[in-house]
């Protein structure tokens, strides 16, 4: 669960460390709710998915409304294998802004109400060190 849900202000940091060695993929879902694996799922409004194979090196991003993938967004994939990272997402009232190790890496608007996202969810090929949540509900919106 996400303490206190998602609003326009609140950032998540993910700290960690793709694994070196072979890892393929990892991804970090914000999800509206608790089924986050298999053929009926709740809602994704950001799926951040880091791919290290042969041909696709970028990181994909997506919705799944109604068990229905949306269209992927791309950017560079600046994450590396066996380096710690940190990612900071970040929620405005139009769109998720992504920072790698303090960085901006892309912004993705939102296709699902952002008060609707209640869990984060990651799985894959990733070390996750510390997940740490900012902001609390009535702050001023800052993009530092």
């Keep these: 669960m996400i303490p ?3 609003f326009p202000g609140r950032a998540i940091i993910v700290k960690g460390m793709v ?13 509206c709710g608790l089924l986050v694996e ?7 409004a950001l799926h951040f998915n880091p791919r290290y194979v042969s041909g696709d090196t970028d ?49 993705y608007n939102h296709r699902l109400p952002l008060h609707t996202v ?3 969810y990651i799985n894959g090929g990733v070390q996750v060190d510390l997940i740490e949540y900012q902001g609390e509900v009535g702050a001023p919106v800052t993009e530092d």
Excluded: Y
């Design 118 to 120: 209640r869990i984060i």
């Design 59 to 107: 990181i994909v991003l997506n919705s799944s409304i109604n068990n229905s993938w949306g269209e992927e967004e791309r950017c560079n994939n600046v994450l590396t294998p066996g380096q710690p990272f940190q990612l900071r997402i970040l929620a405005l009232t139009d769109c998720f802004k992504i920072a790698v190790n303090g960085k901006h890496l892309c912004d």
């Design 19 to 31: 694994m070196a060695g072979g890892a393929k993929r990892f991804q970090i879902n914000l999800c």
């Design 4 to 6: 206190g849900g998602m």
């Design 38 to 44: 298999g053929d009926h799922t709740d809602n994704k």
